[in-house]
């Protein structure tokens, strides 16, 4: 019976965690307490989180909504353009040539403004941007699309103009070779701007980040482009002739 009740004491001593020393009052276990590491008391909850982007995610958003909007419309724009074009179009087809470069006109500068905001406010910021060389590699690629659009929206406002003064008459019509050159710009265009998507994925993963890199020598390639070839294409559109065989052709289409 000793034996039994020694049990029963020892195994309520374990359950319980109350004192059994012979001669003292039972006394309650002193509570465990579980260290917690500062770095886990300090993580902020999701509701936390959630506050702390508020103030700033809707503008945010918005931007590069307009960002990638007026990339998809620019796109389209210069696509339309590509598909539209060519020799002795008819009026409605250069009227949907003039709306289209219009059009894409107007979301280049909407693109080039969202992209400043992205940069300098709302993206990883200028301190990322100046250090990775595929952010300028994708400026490059956005300058050549830029200049490379001089040569038809050149073009395109010239028939135009000529077209408001003679009214309902059509103008000459377009010939082959200036036909021809205008889809290898545009082909040209499309091709940057198909690359652009590709450079921004690899940018905004930091692939080939160098914190050396000065932003100047990143930023010299894209004047250099964009002045370049912008000086080049606008020389060639306003210079444009046409082959004495191609003005024959277009008299006998257009006695008038």
């Known amino acids: 019976d000793m034996f039994r009740a020694l049990s029963l004491v020892c195994l309520a001593h374990a359950a319980t965690?109350?004192?059994?020393?012979?001669?003292?009052?039972?006394?309650?276990?002193?509570?465990?307490?579980?260290?917690?590491?500062?770095?886990?008391?300090?993580?902020?909850?999701?509701?936390?989180?959630?506050?702390?982007?508020?103030?700033?995610?809707?503008?945010?958003?918005?931007?590069?909504?307009?960002?990638?909007?007026?990339?998809?419309?620019?796109?389209?724009?210069?696509?339309?353009?590509?598909?539209?074009?060519?020799?002795?179009?008819?009026?409605?087809?250069e009227k949907i040539m003039t709306i289209a470069d219009t059009t894409y006109g107007l979301t280049a500068l909407l693109l080039v403004y969202t992209g400043y905001l992205r940069v300098t406010q709302y993206g990883k910021g200028w301190e990322f941007y100046q250090h990775e060389p595929i952010f300028w590699v994708k400026m490059t690629l956005l300058a050549v699309a830029g200049a490379a659009s001089f040569f038809p929206t050149t073009i395109i406002i010239q028939r135009a103009i000529?077209?408001?003064?003679?009214?309902?008459?059509?103008?000459?019509?377009?010939?082959?070779?200036?036909?021809?050159?205008?889809?290898?710009?545009?082909?040209?265009?499309?091709l940057a701007f198909f690359s652009i998507p590709l450079a921004a994925t690899l940018m905004s993963r930091g692939v080939g980040y160098a914190d050396w890199l000065p932003w100047q020598a990143g930023a010299a390639p894209v004047v250099l482009v964009l002045g370049g070839l912008g000086f080049k294409y606008v020389k060639e559109a306003l210079d444009w002739t046409e082959d004495p065989v191609d003005a024959a052709v277009d008299a006998a289409v257009d006695p008038a």
């Not at 506050?51 to 909504?65: E, H, N, T, W």
Request: neutral net charge; hydrophobic residues 45%; proline residues 9%.
């Open 17 to 93: 965690g109350w004192s059994i020393v012979p001669g003292q009052a039972l006394v309650a276990p002193r509570p465990r307490f579980v260290r917690v590491a500062p770095s886990v008391m300090m993580t902020p909850t999701t509701t936390e989180l959630v506050a702390l982007a508020a103030p700033g995610a809707i503008p945010s958003a918005l931007v590069a909504y307009g960002h990638y909007l007026s990339f998809m419309i620019g796109t389209a724009c210069v696509t339309a353009e590509r598909l539209t074009i060519k020799p002795a179009m008819t009026m409605e087809e």
């Open 162 to 190: 000529e077209q408001q003064k003679l009214g309902d008459t059509p103008i000459a019509p377009m010939s082959e070779k200036l036909a021809a050159r205008m889809t290898s710009v545009l082909n040209a265009e499309l």
